[in-house]
């Protein structure tokens, strides 16, 4: 197991590395305007599930009881994906938290029969609750396995239906939810700010997993703004950075900064077998 | 039901009818001319092989015409084959005229050695023989084609036999050597049975044979060149819309026989281009089918790799040669063939038929001439999309001459071997009669086991 | 012709019977799952009939006669998501002078004594998945009887407009505002 | 075919008639069982309506399993009908004349119980009106044209609606007969109605002639253009090992495939059940059995195209899930005895005489087509969906409940009881087309031979 754990992290950074020179038709609606978007330090990252429980409690998000994990339906929004790296006395854990990459060529956006899920102007991946039928054809087609599907209607015991939060939807039985860069933040701020005749200030929104992440490994922010941080950072960090699955092509807003581990064993072969692979 | 040509039903049969080989009534100009055509394939062959020997990019238009050859002229004695399985009768007169196409196709195999040459190693490419190296793709394709034209001219000797035997006498007459090339052929029971066996396994073959060719050779001439082309579809595109330009040629090589060979148009007619004509029809939605499926899978999920691969055969680099194939092989045929009129005259769909013959050169351009003029087939995606490349007057002088050169080796086969079966006329002669049913004349046809 | 005839099926009641009984199951299935489905897609819906409130407040009194403006009592409607309802209190400020004697005011004061909340019935509820947000219609210079009709004249409030979403998504539509499905729905 | 059906009317009466006036307690008990099946299976559905689709085997990454398996094999046995009756039909092919109804009859209802399946599959399917029907004028929503789940609906609809026309234009001689010898009032009207005034006028014939000539046309591309959109909707996603250029021809080939195999199992079963023996002989199941060794032909060559051309790229994904489909534990199972099943034991025993024109082989082989090609398409959804990208952490796997069980086993059931009842109240064998074969049947000496014969006019 842990093996092909740690070829398929291989194979995520290997991958990732592909140049993607060939001009493609990805006429990306939110060139001009607001992108939101995220960046992922892996180099931060601890693995320490701050950003799952936040997502969790923020969005409503039914309660991952443990028969629910054992049989894989449990929701999390935002998952710390975890890949072992070396052999048993040197294993390393490495962490990749996978969200909703709001892709600006999302696959699962033009699969859905009802255009329940689409993109706005924003760079959003939205899915709107009340329109989706549940074919789950968008989970099929989603590469990052971000989308959930609601197998029954949620339920919390007293008092901890008390918790809930009133801006975000509780989902039904019977449709796909997933990431929403905490969208009900978004527009809240957007009210504000526009009640306050203004633009909406960097670093203004939070979702609550980057506002929650004790080491600041996500941060949100506007990625078409080059004043803000993260876009900085992205800049400033460019040979760091990859998106995910990136042969793809769906152009996600989650930009990741690889880790950089100074005591790693680079293993040539290892390398090499990854290469072949990209 | 268009009725066949009145000669077809009324062969006599004692003493048999024995058909000629091609008494040509074309004058000299003509001949003078595919002569001088087959030269100049002939020289330009040679020229290629001391210029470019090894040089990929320069064998890129000699692909096309390889793919050609293997489109029209391997595929068209399919026709013969298919029509014999299925006892379709409309096609008796057709049937050695499709099959002579064995003949020149066996120029593919001249073209196909210094293509092959010219390859550079499957290390680090694509390819359909993950790791097996027992001298693929070299040995593999030669072997798999020289089979399947061995294949094509033993069929066309087999069936052709009854006919240039002659009376028992002649064979029994013969010397040793040349009993034994003309099988030894004196119409006994037995030999009539292992003749209709051979040629019904052998067909079936030869059908299989051609799919499988078309599957190594449009894979190693094409897609393996061309990082992030991974279409399997593509093997099978390539067959059948082979099969339909063989079809085409065909019908156009008949149409032609009709004006030229006073013999062989006594026999072909409208309607072998009604029966055919249906299935060229099938054939031109299969065209749009084929390409429709592979084009919406790679559009639609949009793989930056595969989608760079899609605008070089299709949107970007080579969208001219597109165009013209798709006016040429979809449009403007469906278009002409829906009407009766044309699908049931000779004359008018061997017009159609020529579209088609020189769409399926564009065809074979825009798909070809990408792969082997890329300059690094290596990855798993293309860096940048590769600029187009346009033949130059040799290239194009190679075309003109080596397509040439396998309609003059069509028609010197067909002056050596009779144009028409009349074994097989002779037969069917005797299956189909006419008779009134109620007031109207209806054709009957016997279907034995 | 006649002779083929008699391969067809003479249908009589007893093979009628059996052949619906074989028929039945499917059908009455079938069709008890489509009510099921008719059942649940009836059981949405936004309009509501005037509800009994606990205080028979007159809107054209308050509104009408005393042309009060409805920002004086809904104050959150220009900054915030709701508008909401003036608290005991804030009635207090008049009527602890105004129409003292009156039943209904009476209600209102036992209410002050006790320091209870009014339970005021909700008149107008977008459904659970949809953000409304009072700020910025007020804001964009959307008068309040737009969307909750002549207040000012209706004794009992009363939901006039039908505010399903194609009902927003027309005035949306008509003042070039937000039709993203993400602004209203949460 | 070597030998026409040839029948005395009288004979032919009787034994037609045996089925549809005789009530044999197989028939109760065989409805019985397929009725309890039912229950069962509406059961599952509703308690799927009310408590959401916890019931089915479905987990995190594999959203979608046997049902949707289902789904593509009934459309799957529906291309049988058109494939049989059209094609063969504008081939000219005497032999198809008794095979047609009950091909298209087969068709019919194997696409209505297909599609059930993706409407109970989706999770609110009270609101699917949204998917399929363009209504919603109000909110300027609509359906998605980009997604070939829209692309499907119209498919199949259009599909089942040209298919009913297709039988009954063919089944107008039929119902006219049926009026004429009607034993009732009540049985007449409604004959009369359905018949909608055939008497049989030469203009009439005419008519009917051309219409199912023209429809047999139209027909066709529709036929290729349905299992060609249920390939799409998995083929033109991103997927590894659903995203394979090739899928729509060989998902339309298997169609035939298991289509025609499905043909020859009814038509084994009809012969024995409803005493059809004079009208089905070995000659038609031998003509099936040889357009049958073609199509599987054509199939497995796809079938490696489909595989070879998965590796072809060697993309890490698409790797790992053939890996998963042939060699992972409960794949390699499934892997072997579908390839086993569909192709291997059949088609080398098709190549033997013998066995064509043998009953009783014909609907074992049949039979373990249907078995290989369900699976096949077992094999090509789920693995893909438990193997989804390079993130080797939400790899899944999938294991289906009871209820889905349930379900598959009552479609078997929907559609067996669907054509048992259609065969109760009109007739299975098209009548008025066995008859033209009969006049149009003829002989021709040759030689000493005396060689069946057919007129073309």
Same mark, same amino acid.
């Given at each position: 197991?842990?093996?092909?754990?740690?070829?398929?992290?291989?194979?995520?950074?290997?991958?990732?590395?592909?140049?993607?020179?060939?001009?493609?038709?990805?006429?990306?609606?939110?060139?001009?305007?607001?992108?939101?978007?995220?960046?992922?330090?892996?180099?931060?990252?601890?693995?320490?599930?701050?950003?799952?429980?936040?997502?969790?409690?923020?969005?409503?998000?039914?309660?991952?009881?443990?028969?629910?994990?054992?049989?894989?339906?449990?929701?999390?929004?935002?998952?710390?994906?975890?890949?072992?790296?070396?052999?048993?006395?040197?294993?390393?854990?490495?962490?990749?938290?996978?969200?909703?990459?709001?892709?600006?060529?999302?696959?699962?956006?033009?699969?859905?029969?009802?255009?329940?899920?689409?993109?706005?102007?924003?760079?959003?991946?939205?899915?709107?609750?009340?329109?989706?039928?549940?074919?789950?054809? /968008? !989970?099929?087609? #989603? *590469?990052? +396995?971000?989308?959930? =599907?609601?197998?029954? @209607?949620?339920?919390?015991?007293? $008092?901890?239906?008390?918790?809930?939060?009133?801006?975000?939807?509780?989902?039904?039985?019977?449709?796909?939810?997933?990431?929403?860069?905490?969208?009900?933040?978004?527009?809240?701020?957007?009210?504000?700010?526009?009640?306050?005749?203004?633009?909406?200030?960097?670093?203004?929104?939070?979702?609550? /997993? !980057?506002?929650? #992440? *004790?080491? +600041?490994?996500?941060? =949100?922010?506007?990625? @078409?703004?080059?004043?803000?941080? $993260?876009?900085?950072?992205?800049?400033?960090?460019?040979?760091?950075?990859?998106?995910?699955?990136?042969?793809?092509?769906?152009?996600?807003?989650?930009?990741?900064?690889?880790?950089?581990?100074?005591?790693?064993?680079?293993?040539?072969?290892?390398?090499?077998?990854?290469?072949?692979?990209? | 039901?268009?009725?066949?040509?009145?000669?077809?039903?009324?062969?006599?049969?004692?003493?048999?009818?024995?058909?000629?080989?091609?008494?040509?009534?074309?004058?000299?100009?003509?001949?003078?001319?595919?002569?001088?055509?087959?030269?100049?394939?002939?020289?330009?062959?040679?020229?290629?092989?001391?210029?470019?020997?090894?040089?990929?990019?320069?064998?890129?238009?000699?692909?096309?015409?390889?793919?050609?050859?293997?489109?029209?002229?391997?595929?068209?004695?399919?026709?013969?084959?298919a029509s014999r399985m299925a006892k379709g009768?409309?096609?008796?007169?057709?049937?050695?005229?499709?099959?002579?196409?064995?003949?020149?196709?066996?120029?593919?195999?001249?073209?196909?050695?210094?293509?092959?040459?010219?390859?550079?190693?499957?290390?680090?490419?694509?390819?359909?023989?993950?790791?097996?190296?027992?001298?693929?793709?070299?040995?593999?394709?030669?072997?798999?084609?020289?089979?399947?034209?061995?294949?094509?001219?033993?069929?066309?000797?087999?069936?052709?036999?009854?006919?240039?035997?002659?009376?028992?006498?002649?064979?029994?007459?013969?010397?040793?050597?040349?009993?034994?090339?003309?099988?030894?052929?004196?119409?006994?029971?037995?030999?009539?049975?292992?003749?209709?066996?051979?040629?019904l396994?052998?067909g079936a073959?030869?059908l299989m044979?051609?799919?499988?060719?078309?599957?190594?050779?449009?894979?190693?001439?094409?897609?393996?060149?061309?990082?992030?082309?991974?279409?399997?579809?593509?093997?099978?595109?390539?067959?059948?819309?082979?099969?339909?330009?063989?079809?085409?040629?065909?019908?156009?090589?008949?149409?032609?026989?009709?004006?030229?060979?006073?013999?062989?148009?006594?026999?072909?007619?409208?309607?072998?281009?009604?029966?055919?004509?249906?299935?060229?029809?099938a054939?031109?939605?299969?065209?749009?089918?084929?390409?429709?499926?592979?084009?919406?899978?790679?559009?639609?999920?949009?793989?930056?790799?595969?989608?760079?691969?899609?605008?070089?055969?299709?949107?970007?680099?080579?969208?001219?040669?597109?165009?013209?194939?798709?006016?040429?092989?979809?449009?403007?045929?469906?278009?002409?063939?829906?009407?009766?009129?044309?699908?049931?005259?000779?004359?008018?769909?061997?017009?159609?038929?020529?579209?088609?013959?020189?769409?399926?050169?564009?065809?074979?351009?825009?798909?070809?001439?990408?792969?082997?003029?890329?300059?690094?087939?290596?990855?798993?995606?293309?860096?940048?999309?590769?600029?187009?490349?346009?033949?130059?007057?040799?290239?194009?002088?190679?075309?003109?001459?080596?397509?040439?050169?396998?309609?003059?080796?069509?028609?010197?086969?067909?002056?050596?071997?009779?144009?028409?079966?009349?074994?097989?006329?002779?037969?069917?002669?005797?299956?189909?009669?006419?008779?009134?049913?109620?007031?109207?004349?209806?054709?009957?046809?016997?279907k034995?086991d | 012709?006649?002779?083929?005839?008699?391969?067809?099926?003479?249908?009589?009641?007893?093979?009628?019977?059996?052949?619906?009984?074989?028929?039945?199951?499917?059908?009455?299935?079938?069709?008890?799952?489509?009510?099921?489905?008719?059942?649940?897609?009836?059981?949405?819906?936004?309009?509501?009939?005037?509800?009994?409130?606990?205080?028979?407040?007159?809107?054209?009194?308050?509104?009408?006669?005393?042309?009060?403006?409805?920002?004086?009592?809904?104050?959150?409607?220009?900054?915030?998501?709701?508008?909401?309802?003036?608290?005991?209190?804030?009635?207090?400020?008049?009527?602890?002078?105004?129409?003292?004697?009156?039943?209904?005011?009476?209600?209102?004061?036992?209410?002050?004594?006790?320091?209870?909340?009014?339970?005021?019935?909700?008149?107008?509820?977008?459904?659970?998945?949809?953000?409304?947000?009072?700020?910025?219609?007020?804001?964009?210079?959307?008068?309040?009887?737009?969307?909750?009709?002549?207040?000012?004249?209706?004794?009992?409030?009363?939901?006039?407009?039908?505010?399903?979403?194609?009902?927003?998504?027309?005035?949306?539509?008509?003042?070039?505002?937000?039709?993203?499905?993400?602004?209203?729905?949460? | 075919m070597q030998?026409?059906?040839?029948?005395?009317?009288?004979?032919?009466?009787?034994?037609?008639?045996?089925?549809?006036?005789?009530?044999?307690?197989?028939?109760?008990?065989?409805?019985?069982?397929?009725?309890?099946?039912?229950?069962?299976?509406?059961?599952?559905?509703?308690?799927?309506?009310?408590?959401?689709?916890?019931?089915?085997?479905?987990?995190?990454?594999?959203?979608?399993?046997?049902?949707?398996?289902?789904?593509?094999?009934?459309?799957g046995v529906?291309h049988a009908g058109i494939m049989v009756s059209a094609i063969l039909r504008l081939t000219q092919a005497e032999w198809r004349r008794p095979v047609t109804?009950a091909a298209e009859?087969l068709t019919?209802?194997?696409?209505?119980?297909?599609?059930?399946?993706?409407?109970?599959?989706?999770?609110?399917?009270?609101?699917?009106?949204?998917?399929?029907?363009?209504?919603?004028?109000?909110?300027?929503?609509?359906?998605?044209?980009?997604?070939?789940?829209?692309?499907?609906?119209?498919?199949?609809?259009?599909?089942?609606?040209?298919?009913?026309?297709?039988?009954?234009?063919?089944?107008?001689?039929?119902?006219?007969?049926?009026?004429?010898?009607?034993?009732?009032?009540?049985?007449?009207?409604?004959?009369?109605?359905?018949?909608?005034?055939?008497?049989?006028?030469?203009?009439?014939?005419?008519?009917?002639?051309?219409?199912?000539?023209?429809?047999s046309?139209?027909?066709l591309?529709?036929f290729v253009?349905?299992?060609?959109?249920?390939?799409?909707?998995?083929?033109?996603?991103?997927?590894?090992?659903?995203?394979?250029?090739?899928?729509?021809?060989?998902?339309v080939i298997g169609a035939v495939h298991s289509g025609v195999s499905a043909v020859v199992t009814v038509m084994i079963?009809?012969?024995?059940?409803?005493?059809?023996?004079?009208?089905i002989t070995r000659d038609h199941i031998d003509s099936l059995a040889r357009l049958l060794i073609v199509v599987a032909t054509v199939w497995l060559f796809f079938?490696?195209?489909?595989?070879?051309?998965?590796?072809?790229?060697?993309?890490?994904?698409?790797?790992?899930?053939?890996?998963?489909?042939?060699?992972?534990?409960?794949?390699?199972?499934?892997?072997?005895?579908?390839?086993?099943?569909a192709y291997?034991?059949p088609v080398p025993m098709w190549m033997f005489r013998?066995i064509r024109r043998n009953f009783?082989w014909m609907f074992?082989t049949t039979?373990?087509v249907n078995?290989?090609m369900?699976?096949?398409?077992?094999?090509?959804?789920?693995?893909?969906?438990?193997?989804?990208?390079?993130?080797?952490?939400?790899?899944?796997?999938?294991?289906?409940?009871?209820?889905?069980?349930?379900?598959?086993?009552?479609?078997?059931?929907?559609?067996?009881?669907?054509?048992?009842?259609?065969?109760?109240?009109?007739?299975?064998?098209?009548?008025?087309?066995?008859?033209?074969?009969?006049?149009?049947?003829?002989?021709?000496?040759?030689?000493?031979?005396?060689?069946?014969?057919?007129?073309?006019?």
């Open positions: 197991m842990s093996s092909s754990a740690n070829e398929a992290a291989a194979r995520a950074s290997a991958v990732s590395e592909m140049g993607r020179t060939i001009p493609t038709d990805a006429e990306v609606p939110h060139s001009e305007g607001v992108r939101w978007g995220m960046v992922v330090d892996l180099d931060r990252c601890t693995g320490c599930q701050a950003c799952v429980v936040a997502c969790q409690a923020e969005n409503n998000i039914a309660l991952n009881e443990e028969q629910r994990v054992l049989e894989r339906r449990a929701k999390t929004w935002i998952r710390i994906e975890r890949y072992w790296e070396g052999e048993f006395p040197n294993a390393k854990a490495r962490f990749i938290p996978v969200l909703c990459q709001h892709c600006g060529n999302a696959p699962c956006e033009t699969v859905c029969p009802v255009w329940a899920t689409y993109h706005n102007r924003e760079g959003l991946n939205v899915q709107v609750y009340n329109r989706c039928i549940g074919t789950r054809f /968008c !989970a099929n087609g #989603c *590469p990052y +396995s971000v989308r959930y =599907f609601n197998f029954w @209607n949620p339920e919390w015991p007293e $008092p901890m239906n008390n918790q809930l939060n009133p801006d975000v939807t509780v989902r039904t039985k019977g449709i796909i939810e997933k990431c929403t860069f905490c969208v009900q933040r978004i527009n809240r701020a957007h009210v504000t700010a526009g009640t306050e005749g203004r633009e909406i200030r960097p670093g203004e929104v939070q979702p609550a /997993c !980057a506002q929650s #992440c *004790p080491t +600041s490994a996500l941060v =949100f922010a506007d990625l @078409n703004n080059p004043e803000s941080y $993260p876009a900085q950072l992205a800049e400033a960090e460019a040979d760091r950075s990859y998106t995910l699955l990136e042969h793809f092509g769906t152009d996600p807003g989650v930009i990741y900064l690889k880790k950089v581990d100074p005591h790693a064993e680079i293993h040539e072969d290892e390398h090499a077998h990854a290469g072949a692979h990209a | 039901m268009i009725a066949p040509e009145a000669a077809g039903l009324k062969l006599s049969l004692r003493p048999p009818y024995r058909p000629q080989a091609l008494n040509i009534s074309l004058n000299q100009a003509g001949i003078a001319l595919l002569a001088a055509l087959g030269l100049l394939g002939i020289v330009m062959y040679v020229v290629k092989l001391i210029t470019a020997w090894g040089d990929r990019a320069e064998w890129a238009y000699p692909t096309v015409v390889l793919m050609f050859i293997l489109s029209t002229a391997t595929s068209a004695p399919l026709i013969a084959y009768y409309w096609a008796l007169p057709l049937r050695r005229v499709a099959a002579l196409y064995a003949a020149p196709s066996l120029l593919s195999f001249v073209l196909l050695i210094p293509i092959m040459a010219s390859l550079p190693p499957l290390e680090g490419r694509s390819n359909l023989w993950f790791g097996f190296s027992a001298g693929a793709p070299f040995l593999t394709d030669a072997l798999a084609l020289s089979i399947l034209l061995l294949t094509g001219m033993a069929l066309l000797w087999f069936s052709a036999v009854p006919d240039l035997a002659g009376p028992p006498s002649r064979v029994r007459a013969m010397g040793r050597w040349q009993r034994l090339l003309y099988l030894n052929w004196t119409g006994t029971a037995r030999q009539w049975k292992v003749l209709r066996a051979a040629n396994t052998l073959f030869y044979g051609y799919a499988f060719v078309h599957m190594l050779l449009s894979t190693d001439l094409g897609q393996s060149l061309l990082p992030g082309w991974r279409s399997g579809i593509f093997p099978v595109y390539s067959a059948v819309t082979g099969i339909q330009a063989g079809i085409a040629i065909t019908l156009l090589t008949a149409a032609l026989m009709r004006r030229f060979s006073p013999e062989a148009g006594r026999f072909l007619g409208d309607e072998q281009a009604a029966a055919l004509g249906k299935i060229l029809v054939a031109t939605l299969m065209w749009f089918y084929f390409f429709w499926s592979d084009f919406l899978l790679i559009w639609y999920a949009r793989l930056p790799s595969e989608v760079a691969a899609m605008q070089v055969t299709v949107a970007i680099t080579y969208i001219l040669p597109f165009v013209l194939t798709a006016v040429l092989m979809f449009a403007l045929p469906l278009g002409l063939l829906i009407f009766n009129k044309v699908r049931q005259s000779l004359s008018l769909i061997a017009g159609v038929s020529a579209l088609i013959v020189v769409g399926i050169l564009f065809d074979r351009i825009r798909f070809f001439v990408a792969p082997m003029a890329n300059p690094s087939p290596f990855g798993h995606s293309m860096e940048t999309l590769p600029a187009p490349y346009w033949p130059n007057a040799l290239d194009i002088l190679f075309m003109i001459g080596f397509i040439g050169l396998m309609f003059a080796v069509f028609v010197y086969a067909a002056s050596r071997i009779p144009v028409l079966n009349g074994w097989e006329m002779r037969q069917g002669s005797m299956l189909r009669k006419e008779r009134t049913f109620m007031k109207t004349h209806v054709l009957v046809i016997g034995p | 012709m006649q002779h083929l005839a008699a391969l067809l099926p003479r249908v009589t009641l007893k093979q009628a019977l059996i052949v619906g009984g074989a028929t039945a199951p499917p059908l009455v299935g079938g069709a008890g799952v489509l009510v099921i489905l008719l059942y649940l897609m009836a059981a949405g819906g936004t309009a509501t009939p005037a509800p009994e409130q606990p205080i028979a407040f007159d809107h054209s009194v308050h509104a009408g006669d005393a042309a009060i403006p409805c920002e004086f009592c809904h104050r959150g409607v220009g900054t915030q998501a709701a508008a909401t309802v003036p608290s005991v209190e804030q009635c207090m400020f008049c009527h602890s002078v105004v129409k003292t004697d009156s039943p209904q005011i009476q209600l209102l004061q036992a209410h002050w004594d006790t320091k209870t909340p009014v339970n005021w019935a909700r008149v107008h509820r977008v459904p659970d998945h949809v953000r409304f947000v009072h700020a910025p219609h007020i804001q964009a210079g959307v008068a309040c009887e737009t969307c909750h009709g002549d207040v000012a004249s209706m004794e009992e409030v009363k939901q006039v407009r039908s505010l399903a979403m194609g009902d927003c998504q027309g005035c949306h539509r008509e003042n070039s505002a937000s039709l993203d499905c993400a602004t209203c729905h949460k | 030998e026409p059906v040839v029948a005395d009317t009288k004979t032919s009466n009787r034994e037609l008639l045996d089925f549809v006036f005789a009530w044999p307690a197989w028939f109760f008990a065989v409805g019985g069982a397929l009725n309890g099946l039912l229950v069962a299976a509406f059961v599952v559905v509703i308690l799927m309506l009310m408590f959401g689709l916890q019931f089915l085997g479905y987990s995190h990454p594999v959203y979608w399993g046997f049902l949707i398996v289902n789904f593509v094999f009934w459309i529906s109804r009859v019919i209802f194997s696409l209505l119980t297909a599609v059930q399946f993706p409407l109970i599959h989706s999770g609110r399917p009270w609101r699917t009106m949204y998917w399929t029907f363009p209504y919603d004028w109000n909110r300027g929503a609509w359906p998605n044209p980009r997604s070939p789940l829209v692309w499907d609906p119209s498919a199949i609809f259009t599909y089942l609606t040209s298919t009913i026309l297709f039988v009954y234009v063919a089944l107008l001689p039929d119902l006219a007969l049926a009026r004429d010898r009607a034993p009732n009032p009540v049985s007449r009207a409604i004959y009369g109605v359905l018949a909608m005034g055939f008497r049989g006028t030469t203009r009439q014939w005419r008519i009917q002639t051309v219409a199912g000539l023209l429809l046309a139209i027909i591309p529709i253009s349905v299992h060609s959109i249920v390939s799409w909707d998995f083929a033109v996603t991103s997927v590894p090992g659903w995203h394979n250029t090739i899928f729509a021809p060989y998902f079963v009809m012969r024995y059940a409803f005493g059809l023996k004079r009208f079938f490696l195209l489909d595989f070879f051309f998965g590796l072809y790229g060697t993309e890490p994904a698409e790797v790992d899930t053939w890996q998963r489909r042939l060699v992972e534990p409960p794949w390699v199972v499934i892997a072997i005895t579908f390839i086993i099943c291997i034991i013998a009783f074992v039979i373990l078995v290989g369900w699976l096949e398409r077992y094999m090509v959804v789920v693995p893909a969906l438990e193997r989804k990208s390079g993130l080797t952490f939400t790899y899944g796997d999938y294991a289906p409940s009871l209820s889905e069980f349930i379900l598959v086993a009552a479609s078997f059931a929907l559609v067996i009881l669907g054509f048992l009842t259609f065969s109760k109240l009109l007739p299975i064998m098209p009548a008025a087309d066995i008859k033209e074969g009969q006049i149009l049947a003829d002989r021709i000496r040759v030689g000493r031979a005396n060689v069946p014969a057919a007129m073309r006019e």
